[in-house]
C-alpha cells in the first residue's frame, strides 16, 4: 500500500477519457467532486471539492467502459503531484489521484458486475498492476500540445 492513501466517494464530472501512452499503456482520466455537508450556526452549508482522477492499464479500459459523468463512485488510490512548464515559461503543477481501485457507491444505486477475463502479464488481482509503481518514472505523454492533466 502506499505511502499516502486516500479513498473519496463523489460524482463523476466528465466521462472518462481513454487515452494510449507511445507504448501502448493505457490511461483514463476523468473528473470528480466530492460533497461535503455541515452545519454551521443552525445552517446547513455544501462544499465542493473537485479532483482529477488517472487510472492505468486494464482499471483505465474498465472505467472508459463502465463509467459516465453523473456516476456516484468509490476511488482508492494515492495522491501525486506533476509539474510542468508551459510554452510561456510559466511553472505549473497539479495535485491528480492516481486510482489503484474504483468501483460504484451501491448506496443509490444498483450495479451489474461482468468480470473481465485475465490478461497474460496484465493486472493479474495478486497485487500486481500494468501501471508504473510510484518509483518507476511515468510514461511519456503525447496528448499534443494541451496541457498534460
Given at each position: ?60 479500459e474498465n472505467a472508459s467502459n463502465s463509467l459516465q459523468k453523473g456516476a456516484r463512485i ?30 460504484p457507491s451501491l448506496r443509490w444505486a444498483t450495479a ?38
Open positions: 500500500m502506499p505511502d499516502n492513501s486516500v479513498t473519496l466517494v463523489g460524482n463523476i464530472t466528465r466521462d472518462p477519457e481513454l487515452r494510449f501512452t507511445p507504448s501502448g499503456q493505457a490511461i483514463a482520466t476523468f473528473g470528480m467532486a466530492v460533497n461535503r455537508r455541515f452545519q454551521r450556526n443552525g445552517q446547513w452549508e455544501e462544499q465542493t471539492s473537485f479532483f482529477n482522477i488517472t487510472a492505468w492499464g486494464t482499471l483505465g468509490i476511488v482508492n488510490g494515492r495522491l501525486e503531484q506533476r509539474s510542468w512548464e508551459t510554452q510561456e515559461g510559466e511553472k505549473r503543477s497539479v495535485v491528480v489521484v492516481v486510482a489503484d481501485e474504483l468501483g451489474e458486475i461482468t468480470k473481465n477475463d485475465r490478461r497474460e502479464g496484465g493486472d493479474s488481482g495478486g497485487g500486481s498492476s500494468s501501471r508504473p509503481a510510484s518509483n518507476e518514472p511515468q510514461p511519456a505523454y503525447t496528448g499534443g500540445d494541451e496541457e498534460p492533466f
